[in-house]
């Protein structure tokens, strides 16, 4: 079968084709950093994260561009207030993005361009843009420089809206502007502003929109055309919006396919850092596992809502524990990655990732199979077992779940390694004593090692291969 995407123009999920055969080039909007990501800015990380596992396992070639905006209003604002330079905010706040994305499991992107690193061709954009009459200096002195939205007639297209229908942004400025509903691509530099916070341009000292720094970015390390362009609903207007028209109006075909993931919510409401309802990763990695966390994430499918609750959470970590509790007792909780192939995922889970990414199918399939092994392992079938297990582990690897998996390793574990190789010791000297007196036929000592293992945390399954334990 063939990848579905939702195509957002035509409201369908249509045939993925990609531009180039064999290979998919994807660019995603990137975080404003300002203050540290929630869980609504993560939960982008993690949908794409598992496109990108599904499109490898399925044999192409991923290219992953994801930006850091790292100049922009609110970052000075925010370092002003806090007493640094701006680009120490911004850096510190880049440095705990990438804390929270490792912590849940992603894969690093391809490449991660900086804004600030991109000035040259941004100016050459808003030249192209300039010379072909869609858009201009404002003529109050300000050396800021608008998009005209009128000048391009397909602008909407993205969010099927007319021009006519659309109010400009209630914390937009009118200064300059020949229409409110122009935006930004270059502004000029304000004397309360620190002079780092500025570069030369034509049109005078001054620093990129933000629209603008993504629409290079995209072109630069993908090309004129690409596959994917994606990131959070609250993105697709005013700034993929805008993001598409001063593209096409530069000469350039741009993004194929639009994709975008619903928010992560706290009482109905979008969580937000301007609202006070943002749940820190930080802050929740460190009360519920970082797996469990992911797979809260990653369970239900991304165009629809999440609601963030102590109950939710709580429900992906028994699930969690579900997963774990098998791979124990398969023997396998404790093996490096996963000698991954296709063929070892169910068609059932290829049927639903290839329809538009759909992981609640996805997952229920995982759960089934892990019921077909325990039904396996308990009537002695070792051949089923393992069948089981190999698609277990491959269903895992692709959601970004496989705790052998590398991206794992750099997560705190509740033991180090040689604790971990001590304990190990420990176990196999015990259970060897307990299955010395199975065999004698002492019942009595081996339930009470079982027992006092359990009294301990340490839970004791056995089945035809032996006895396994988890912690």
């Known amino acids: ?121 941004m100016i050459d954009m808003i030249s192209r843009l300039v010379d072909a009459g869609h858009a201009y200096a404002a003529d109050d002195g300000s050396g800021d420089v608008y998009f005209d939205v009128k000048s391009w007639p397909d602008y909407g297209e993205l969010t099927h809206q007319r021009l006519d229908d659309m109010a400009p942004a209630e914390d937009s400025d009118p200064r300059g502007k020949r229409d409110p509903r122009d935006f930004a691509l270059w502004k000029g530099h304000k004397s309360d502003e620190p002079a780092t916070a500025c570069w030369p341009s034509p049109w005078g000292s001054g620093r990129p929109g933000w629209h603008l720094e993504c629409s290079v970015m995209a072109v630069k390390y993908l090309g004129e055309s690409f596959d994917i362009h994606g990131g959070g609903l609250d993105l697709r207007f005013p700034h993929h919006e805008n993001e598409l028209a001063q593209a096409k109006a530069a000469g350039y075909p741009f993004a194929k ?56 959470l709580g429900e992906a970590t028994a699930q969690l524990a579900r997963i774990d509790s098998y791979l124990a007792r398969a023997g396998v909780l404790d093996d490096g990655p996963v000698d991954f192939a296709f063929d070892d995922l169910p068609v059932s889970f290829t049927v639903a990732m290839d329809d538009d990414l759909s992981t609640p199918a996805a997952v229920a399939v995982l759960f089934d199979t892990i019921r077909a092994g325990h039904k396996a392992m308990d009537g002695g079938d070792v051949n089923a077992a393992e069948d089981a297990t190999k698609a277990v582990r491959a269903m895992l690897h ?5 705790p052998g998996d590398l991206e794992w390793s750099g997560v705190a574990s509740a033991r180090s390694a040689r604790t971990g190789e001590a304990l190990d010791g420990l176990m196999g000297l015990v259970l060897d004593q307990r299955a010395a007196a199975r065999q004698a036929k002492d019942w009595a000592t081996a339930d009470a090692i079982r027992d006092r293992l359990n009294s301990l945390g340490i839970t004791v399954d056995d089945s035809p291969t032996g006895a396994r334990w988890t912690l």
Request: proline fraction near 5%; charged fraction near 20%.
């Open 1 to 121: 079968m063939t990848y579905q995407i939702y195509d957002e123009a035509s409201g369908t999920v249509v045939p993925f084709v990609p531009l180039r055969e064999g290979e998919v080039s994807i660019y995603h909007c990137g975080l404003t950093v300002q203050a540290a990501p929630h869980l609504g800015h993560i939960r982008k990380e993690v949908v794409f994260d598992v496109l990108r596992r599904w499109l490898l396992a399925s044999g192409y070639k991923v290219r992953i561009v994801a930006n850091v905006t790292d100049i922009d209003d609110k970052i000075l604002t925010k370092s002003s207030a806090a007493g640094l330079q701006w680009y120490e905010l911004a850096y510190a706040v880049e440095l705990q993005l990438h804390r929270a994305y490792q912590s849940l499991g992603c894969l690093p992107p391809t490449y991660e361009p900086r804004a600030t690193g991109h000035i040259p061709e």
């Open 257 to 312: 396919y639009w994709m975008h993931n619903a928010f992560v919510t706290m009482a109905g409401e979008k969580m937000s850092k301007s609202l006070g309802n943002g749940a820190l990763v930080t802050e929740v990695t460190a009360q519920y596992p970082p797996r469990a966390v992911r797979l809260y994430l990653v369970a239900p499918h991304y165009r629809s809502a999440i609601e963030l609750s102590g109950e939710s």
């Open 398 to 402: 692709v959601l970004g779940l496989d």
